[in-house]
Nanobody
Framework: QVQLVESGGGLVQPGGSLRLSCAAS????????IGWFRQAPGKEREGVSC????????YYRDSVKGRFTISRDDAKNTVDLQMNSLKPEDTAVYYC????????????????????WGQGAQVTVSS
């Protein structure tokens, strides 16, 4: 069974850090790009970051550049999102998903290109 599972979410104070992990089962991630998306209450889902291979520059949305870092470990079949200097506006459910590549349209990560999705992990940034 093909499955993506996110872990590592939780409650953190502003300025703190969290590390999300996306683990795949039933298939290997090394043939795919992995994207991280998030959806805050009352808002549309948005692309946060994407990685295709170690030879390509990852994508980050402007609001997380310099704070978030995406990495992949094909041996472990995981992709992580290290989130530092977290802000209350980072509060959302975070999802990972797979695609053939990190398709960018008008500066935004194209969600329609992603097929397998995880169930999401809650990240809450609050004092």
């Amino acid at each position: 069974q093909v499955q993506l599972v996110e872990s590592g979410g939780g409650l953190v104070q502003p300025g703190g850090s969290l590390r999300l992990s996306c683990a795949a089962s039933g298939f290997t991630l090394d043939n795919y790009a992995i994207g991280w998306f998030r959806q805050a209450p009352g808002k549309e889902r948005e692309g946060v970051s994407c990685i295709r291979s170690a030879d390509e520059l990852p994508y980050y949305r402007d609001s997380v550049k310099g704070r978030f870092t995406i990495s992949r470990d094909d041996a472990k079949n995981t992709v992580d999102l290290q989130m530092n200097s977290l802000k209350p506006e980072d509060t959302a459910v975070y999802y990972c998903a797979t695609a053939s590549s990190c398709w960018i349209f008008q500066g935004q990560l194209s969600q329609t290109a992603f097929h397998y999705w995880g169930q999401g992990a809650q990240v809450t940034v609050s004092s």
